[in-house]
């Protein structure tokens, strides 16, 4: 079952750790397959050298095993939720980079400070709060799913903004399927990164004029995009 899309997912989580996103076994990749209404996650817990397409898991999206030897990634109610509440979405990765976690930990969003966040990302990455304790107690990774799709509700472009911190735990990004995901959570890693050096180098740095922020957006994603090849 879906075994093209365990191939896919497969080697999505096994370009992590090559970019530097994990630590042991700290993230997972899933995509979905919007045909079957089912996606495809990590086994929870295994070293990414040691994945096989066959170990992956596929999942319905109430969160229900279909298909697999192993448990899955112990965060997939939160990629259920959210496959759920934005179809359009392919593939989703979470991970505890070390710079995009930093901010998370620090409860702040990133300001889109230059042209390599506008680029990818139109405004700032945004911060959501903290769960409740009963959300926690209640089912934590499922709430996890709920509350990020609760502050992107109503957006009429999930990719514009393709990720999220959660505060005090760590980022997620999403895209149009898993190797584009991954793609957005490395992208959110360097912003991260160079947002933190911006700060450090200049505490009073202010976010890029807006203009400019529309521009560089615009140029890859607009109705009008010309960067890039047809």
């Known amino acids: 079952m879906l075994e093209q899309l365990k ?30 209404k089912l996606f495809v996650i990590k086994p929870s817990g295994v070293d990414y050298d040691l994945l096989k397409p066959e170990d992956m898991c596929v999942i319905d999206l109430e969160g229900n095993k279909i298909e697999g030897n192993m448990n899955p990634s112990s965060d ?30 620090a409860g702040r969003s990133i300001p889109c400070y230059g042209t390599t966040h506008a680029d990818y990302i139109y405004g700032e990455v945004p911060c959501v709060r903290n769960l409740s304790k009963e959300e926690i107690d209640s089912g934590y990774e499922k709430n996890t799913g709920l509350l990020i799709a609760e502050y992107f509700k109503g957006t009429e472009n999930i990719f514009a903004v393709p990720c999220v911190l959660c505060k005090n735990h760590g980022p997620f990004a999403w895209g149009k399927n898993a190797l584009d995901a ?26 890029a004029p807006q203009v400019l922020q529309d521009k560089h957006y615009s140029r890859k994603h607009g109705p009008d995009a010309y960067y890039g090849q047809k």
Not at 11 to 36: C, H, I, M
């Open 7 to 36: 191939e896919e997912v497969c080697k999505a989580n096994k370009l992590l750790p090559e970019y530097g996103l994990v630590t042991f076994t700290w993230g997972n990749v899933s995509a979905y397959d919007p045909d079957t």
């Open 76 to 105: 997939t109610p939160s990629h259920a939720v959210l496959y759920k509440a934005f179809p359009e979405i392919g593939g989703i990765v979470h991970t505890h980079s070390s710079w995009a976690t930093s901010w998370a930990q």
């Open 182 to 207: 991954v793609h957005n959570a490395v992208v959110l890693e360097e912003v991260a990164k160079m947002a933190a050096r911006t700060e450090t180098i200049n505490p009073k740095a202010a976010p």
